[in-house]
């Protein structure tokens, strides 16, 4: 199906290109070119670049080609009268044959796979850090001596960041602490694959620190009603703990069964709405820890829920239930994603290009006024004028004089 | 007044004091200024002299040496062992000599005051005068070679600035004044050369060039240590540091005693390096180029010829330099160095030989001349020829005795001479203020030609008798000075020729017999020519006296001619002796010349003598009488067929320099123009520099510059850049303008980088 | 992220040929304005490669720069046609091979 169109536009592109080559009105031209645009921009949208099609259409077939047939019919030349004598007769020829091994080439190389188009490529890992650390207000944490998380306070979690594949060590510090001469609370290795989306979880206390890896789902929910959630286990004092929804001892949902301490679960998409959260611990449901009522499930969301204990002043251990939205990532050629690009990895590019549609638009303006254009041009002398005036008048002296007389 | 010897540098301070006030003040203060400053300097010379004979008759005639302030370590070469000290001799000999350059000296000065009155450069002369007196006193009172040849070097200076003091006389008379002070210069130059090599040969052989040093006294020859007056001689006692001195290794003696002590002891051999040769025979070759250098300053056979051309100079230089003392610093250096001229047989041989020779061949000449002060030259060479084979014949204290007297009378010679022309010139003005115009100056008049004088003694009286007594001492008439020490001289040759059989002895006293002879007859031809009979000419007829500075040292040397015989009376001769002392400047000498021996008297040896001197006298005075003079007005020799050929050798100097010109100095300019233009001109810088090495440099230079250079280096970057114009004027044609051709060439570029980019899938494709 | 159906292959040689078409046109033709079309066509062809390979590599770059392409061609284009304009008025003609005061 999508082969079948792409042969079709593919072939009304070219022919257009064809027509606007040879029609002799550039009026006929530009209108061969909209065909063109057009074709283009149905290009981009079976490429999965649907914004770009968007201001290839506007910008493109629009503006630009309104622009085109302003001048032309504002100059009055939309034809040119033939020539009796072309200038350069050898120039079609010699550009038909380099356009030929030009094809050739390209050709040539697609063929030949010369052209890497092997991979299939994939978004990169994504990683964040959430401090759940006991004892300590602020921790930082190195990826491979790189520094991804700076004074992140208790119970929050960092933005996520793009990251180049391949393994690393993961280690947490305290902060204010120098990583080339402390020693780390925790260290553990991790491999970031593609299209991965981390949570690097500091749980336990500062003596006894655990980094927890929880892979999320940040892709969007099919369904409007759903949210998913990757839960991770962070209190110390029991094995493993399960989480079910509901206040109840047996009634309910569970959520997520058999979690051990120090682990994350996988995604699992549940229900929406207002409900109690209890954890039970050892597995079998039993022996109910804590319950935290009227929790707001937001569907439409990614959520990571961390489970630990805060130890208090008195010496007690309060029970702690942190809720971390993890946004989805916009899909790939959405405007989204695209104007994310744009104001973050290429705002300088983005900046200078802003800066040259300025100065074309205050060259237009110069180039127009007439003061400009009415100067004679200047005839120049060469300083230093080949020396052989008394020749006989070279050859192309000659076709210019045939020229113009 | 031993602290008399400590003035000895004056004599030398002194005269050098005086110069320098006369050269930078001469100008400002007058003649009469200068001449008490020269005069001055002169007399308070000659009474420094004086003291120091006093001082070293009083202690005993023992030798003293001085340093000289300031500069006793002039050469002074540690490591080398070379230490040439500016040192006084006081002794009897140099004391002799202070006297007599002093002594004649001031008079000389005194006379030359009146002589050089009006001479636009008065100063300049006295300053001369004053120079020439601190190098002949320098000469006389070193105590080593080196000095000595200091004060040689210095006087013959002195010699050529004084010969061409006029050297601006016009009508070439400048000219030739100057060129006799070259030629002076010249022979002196060869003289020189033989002194500066005795002096090296004697410091290779010595170490030192010393006479003596401080601490020694001259050791005498034992037999004659034996007869002389023992108390005097001896050494007063040794202090330790003398007797310390005495045995140091290096050099303790001076030259005259280590030769002496060599000789006694014998066999001593000389180690010149390639060869090495007996004490004698290297005494033989020093003394023999000593000699050299005193034939070249005491004007003896060979290189006798400068000084009759001397005579250009100044009277009074005449007489001073080349008559009384500097002619006779070679007789002085070869007295001085008797020890070493009395060990050295065969030179003593030769001294004698040239001696007696050149008397006898300079009176010949002599006897030619008309040239008043010419005479009065050739005179000169004639007596130093007695002096000098005195010194051959051994007989040095008659070879000093005749140079006292001889500077006595023939200073008193020379200075009448002055006062001759002097007066004679003056009687030319005259004449020529009178005659208005008879004489003109076209008419060249000669003041010195005794052919135009004659009858000058009604004229001139003073100068008359003073020249009188000076012809007769020089003559050897008794009892004047020169009978005395010529006597002295001849019977010493005879003895040494009766008593020892030696050859030289006889061969020496006959030509000096037969030169005395000379003597007497061309002084009384002089005497007649200038003085008796009639004057021949307007000048001489008007001629007045000189002035008292000239007539007064007239007078005083007149005197000092008259009696100067008396300071040596011989042993034997009656009445005189008694009355003056006998011997006395020969034992005087003694003290300081080893080998000085009383000559004895013979009465058949003076009566000889008197006799030769009177009949030359009075057959001169029989050719030469007033009738044949003013008669033919030419001289009778020269008419008589039976002299005439003879006479005109005597007139051409015996074509001494027509020799030199011909087989010496002709073939030295040639030889020199040959190897000045052959050797060094056609060869050396025609061929070697500009045919071999500027031609070959040349070609090579061509070679580079032409075919290499132009043609490959030149030729290539030129190529290129003709090449590049011409690629770039082909280039300049794709340079259109047109876009589009630049288009096409970005998309031929862009599918060449596409080939580059393929160019393994493509090798790959094709199966290469 | 469902599998393209059609080869990225495809996409380049159509890039390609829409390339050396508009490559042609700069070439050939002498009417400015048309020069200047074509080089639109250029661009474009070079943008739908850069589409395509960003899909490849599911990377957003490629169309990032093709957004900043489009974006300094329409800069090009109002100069360029600026130009034109201004040439006209001088020199009232807009072929090309008329202009070369690069020589004179």
Redesign the interface.
Known sequence: ???TL?IIV?AV??AS??L??ISQR?VH??LF?VV??AC?AF??L????A??AM??IV??AG??MV??LF??M??G?ER?YP?QHP??PW??PA??AL?LI??LA??LA?IQGE?D?S?????QPYVRVVNALDQLDAVDMYLDGERIADDLAYGEASEFGAWARGRYDLALFGPDADPAVDAPLATTKVDLNRGEALSFTAVGTRGDARLVVAEEDLSETDRSDVLRVTVVNGIRSVEMIDVVRGSGSSEGAVLIDNLAYGAASEPALIRGGTADLSVFSDGIRRDRLVTFADRALTPEQGQLWVFTTRAQSDNSFEDVFLSLESNALPS??SPA??GL??FAR?AL??EM?AL??L???I??LI??K?M????R?V??RLANPPAEPQAPAAPETASRTSLEG | MENFFNLVPLIVVLPAIGLLINLFAGKYLGEKGVSIVAVGASASAFFVSVLLWIALVDTGYKAAVVDMPLLDGWIRIPSAGVDFPWQFRVDTLSVTMMLVVTGVGSLIHIYSIGYMHGDQRFPRFFVYLNLFLVFMLTLVSGNNYLMMFVGWEGVGLCSYLLIGFWFDKPKGEGWKNSEAARKAFIANRIGDFGVIIAMLLTFWTFGTLDYYKPHEEPIHAVAHAAEAEEPVFAPEVETEAEAEAALAPVSPLGVFNQAHLWLEEGGHRVDFGLFTMSLKGTLTVITLLFLLGATGKSAQIPLFVWLPDAMAGPTPVSALIHAATMVTAGVYMMVRSNVLFHAADVTSFVVTIIGATTALMAGFIAMGQWDIKKVLAYSTVSQLGFMVAAVGVGAYSAAMFHLVTHAFFKALLFLGAGSVIHGVEHGHHHALEHSHGTHHDAEPFDAQDMRNMGGLSRRMPITYWTYLFGTLALAGIIPFAGFWSKDEILLDSLKLGTEQGRLDGYIGFALLLVAAAFTAFYMSRQLAMVFWGKPRSEAANQASESGLPMTIPLMALAVLSAIGGFLNIPDGFPLLGSLFGVHELTSWLEHSVVYAHAGSFNLLMATIAVVVALGAMYVGRLIYNDRVLLAVRRDPLETDPRTSRAFALANAKLYWDEFYFKYIIWPFRDAAYWLAEKLDWAFWHDFVHERIIYGSFRRATDLLSGPIDRGIIDRAFNDVGVGIRAAAARLRTV??????TY??GV?FGAVLVMFIILFPVIRELLGM | ?E????????????S???F????????????A??V???I??ML?AA??AL??F????????G??L???V??????????G??????I???KK?????E??????
């Open positions: 199906m999508e082969l792409f593919g592109a070219v290109a064809v606007m080559l550039a031209s530009a070119l063109n645009f283009i290009f981009f079976m490429l999965s670049a914004f770009l201001v290839q910008v493109y503006a630009i622009l085109f001048v032309i504002l100059l030349s040119l020539e200038r350069f120039m079609v550009a038909i356009a030009f094809l390209v050709s697609v052209i188009l991979g299939r490529e994939v978004a790939f050629g994603s695209i690009a744009l290429y590019p983005m290009v040259v549609l100065v074309a638009m060259g237009t180039l127009t007439d400009l254009v009415v100067r041009p005839r120049r | 340079q259109t303008g047109f876009v589009r288009a096409l998309l | 992220m599998a393209p159906e059609v080869a990225t292959e495809l996409y380049v040689l159509l390609a040929i829409l050396i078409l508009g490559t042609l046109g700069v070439l050939l033709r002498r009417n304005i048309l200047f079309m074509s639109e066509l474009n943008n739908l589409a395509a960003a899909r490849q590599w599911g990377n957003l770059d169309q990032l093709i957004f900043f489009m974006t300094i061609a329409a800069a090009e284009v109002a100069i046609l600026a130009l034109i304009v201004a006209f008025r001088s003609s807009i072929n090309i091979d202009l070369h005061l690069f020589k004179n």
